[in-house]
């Protein structure tokens, strides 16, 4: 199986210019034990399971664990070991060995937060999981996820980020999670997907046999999802190409802060690019230039930040394009050539690609407000 990003809906050729290299982390990039967290999707998952089982969290947990769990903002990332105290103590009341696997189905797509939200309305299973790689420290930095496909399947694949550290009921509930979110993402209930543990088999596998519908093994050297290779194209029910769009661009903002690179190279390029409208000179190559820096290098420096040179330019534009619109004396074209089009009509159909509205329309609508 050739190692790859999962396909973006591209013909073949462009696929290949621009598929982004897997990269596994450095040690030095690993993180260590004390930094491995968790969303708080995933623990707010096991409340609404314990909640299906008639069970009160409320007489399970402290109040100030459940308080920081039920109440924290859709980003939040929680402790691994906070994670696992919640965990374990159901799984101690419930005396069910399978409750990752069980409350992995109560694990709801929005509560992922930006993430969860672009991947809704993604245009495709394909797209779900290239965001999934992009994007995976979102939602949990004690695993790293590979993608891989050939013409007959697709895999989803587990790594630990840190070196000797694994958490098996995280590990359950991301594959299970995974399972009935392309599910619900695409309307199709019935879809079936194979799935490889590294752990031992549980006295019963029923509940993992329903998470899958495929088949499941165990003892294995990985873990790990697969899935045919067409489930690829399926279609998101939810899809809408310009929320998705904002939604990327602010998952990116995230991982550029938990990366530590809010004040870094992203914010260097968006000055350079700033500087640059109007000049004509708007390619990568000119800001590679201007940053003493090949293009390849610049190329990979943003595709690990979930970007393309195109995206970055376009928000920046798209920034520029509201404050210039709100300035009344300036007309379009003189907008246009501002922002380094060619023409008017390119910057108008530029700004529709973004916003949905047309340049006149979009200023109207400021006027109103």
């Given at each position: 199986?050739?190692?790859l990003?999962?396909?973006?809906?591209?013909?073949?050729?462009?696929?290949?210019?621009?598929?982004?290299a897997w990269?596994l982390?450095?040690p030095?990039?690993?993180?260590?034990a004390?930094?491995?967290?968790?969303?708080?999707?995933?623990s707010?998952?096991?409340?609404?399971?314990?909640?299906?089982?008639?069970?009160?969290?409320?007489?399970?947990?402290?109040?100030?664990?459940?308080?920081?769990?039920?109440?924290?903002?859709t980003?939040t990332?929680?402790?691994?070991?906070?994670?696992?105290?919640?965990?374990?103590?159901?799984q101690?009341?419930l005396?069910?060995?399978?409750l990752?696997?069980?409350?992995?189905?109560c694990?709801?797509t929005w509560?992922?937060?930006?993430?969860?939200f672009?991947l809704?309305?993604?245009?495709?299973?394909?797209?779900?999981g290239?965001?999934?790689?992009?994007?995976?420290?979102?939602?949990?930095?004690?695993?790293?996820?590979r993608?891989s496909?050939?013409?007959?399947?697709?895999?989803?694949r587990?790594?630990?980020?840190?070196a000797?550290v694994?958490?098996?009921?995280?590990?359950?509930?991301?594959?299970?999670?995974?399972a009935?979110?392309?599910?619900?993402?695409?309307?199709?209930?019935?879809l079936?997907?194979?799935a490889?543990?590294?752990?031992?088999?549980?006295?019963?596998?029923?509940a993992?046999?329903?998470c899958?519908?495929?088949?499941?093994?165990?003892d294995q050297?990985?873990?790990?999802?697969?899935?045919?290779?067409?489930?690829?194209a399926?279609?998101?029910?939810?899809?809408?190409p310009?929320a998705?769009?904002?939604?990327?661009?602010?998952?990116?903002?995230?991982?550029?802060?938990l990366?530590?690179d809010?004040?870094?190279?992203?914010?260097?390029?968006?000055?350079r690019?700033?500087?640059r409208?109007g000049?004509?000179?708007?390619?990568?190559?000119?800001?590679?230039?201007d940053?003493d820096?090949a293009p390849r290098?610049?190329?990979?420096?943003?595709?690990e930040?979930?970007?393309?040179?195109?995206?970055?330019?376009?928000?920046?534009?798209d920034?520029k394009?509201?404050?210039?619109l709100?300035e009344?004396?300036?007309?379009?074209t003189?907008?246009?050539?501002?922002l380094?089009?060619?023409?008017q009509?390119a910057?108008?159909?530029?700004f529709?690609?973004?916003?949905?509205?047309?340049?006149?329309?979009?200023r109207?609508?400021?006027?109103?407000?």
């Open positions: 199986m050739t190692h990003l999962l396909p973006a809906n591209r013909r073949p050729a462009e696929r290949a210019a621009r598929q982004p990269r982390p450095t030095a990039e690993r993180p260590s004390s930094r491995l967290n968790v969303h708080i999707g995933y707010r998952a096991v409340l609404a399971y314990l909640r299906q089982q008639g069970v009160n969290p409320a007489g399970l947990y402290p109040a100030e664990l459940l308080q920081r769990v039920e109440q924290a903002d980003g990332t929680f402790p691994l070991h906070d994670f696992h105290a919640v965990i374990d103590a159901a101690a009341h005396r069910d060995p399978d990752p696997m069980k409350a992995a189905e694990a709801q509560d992922a937060g930006v993430l969860g672009a809704m309305t993604s245009p495709s299973i394909s797209e779900v290239n965001l999934l790689v992009r994007f995976q420290r979102l939602l949990t930095t004690v695993y790293e996820v993608a496909q050939d013409e007959h399947q697709f895999e989803l587990l790594l630990p980020a840190a000797g694994q958490s098996p009921a995280l590990a359950c509930m991301l594959m299970g999670a995974w009935w979110r392309v599910r619900w993402l695409t309307g199709q209930a019935a079936r997907f194979d490889s543990f590294e752990g031992p088999p549980p006295p019963d596998a029923a993992y046999e329903r899958f519908g495929g088949r499941v093994r165990f050297p990985f873990t790990a999802m697969q899935g045919p290779a067409h489930y690829l399926l279609r998101v029910c939810l899809h809408d310009r998705n769009g904002v939604l990327c661009a602010q998952a990116a903002v995230e991982m550029e802060r990366e530590g809010a004040a870094g190279l992203l914010v260097v390029l968006r000055r690019l700033r500087e409208l000049s004509g000179s708007l390619t990568l190559d000119a800001l590679a230039s940053l820096m290098t610049l190329q990979v420096r943003l595709e930040r979930g970007l393309t040179f195109r995206a970055l330019l376009d928000g920046v534009r920034r394009a509201k404050q210039y709100a009344p004396h300036l007309n379009l003189e907008i246009a050539l501002a380094g089009f060619a023409n009509s910057f108008q159909h530029a529709k690609r973004w916003t949905g509205l047309s340049p006149g329309q979009w109207k609508q400021q006027v109103r407000c």
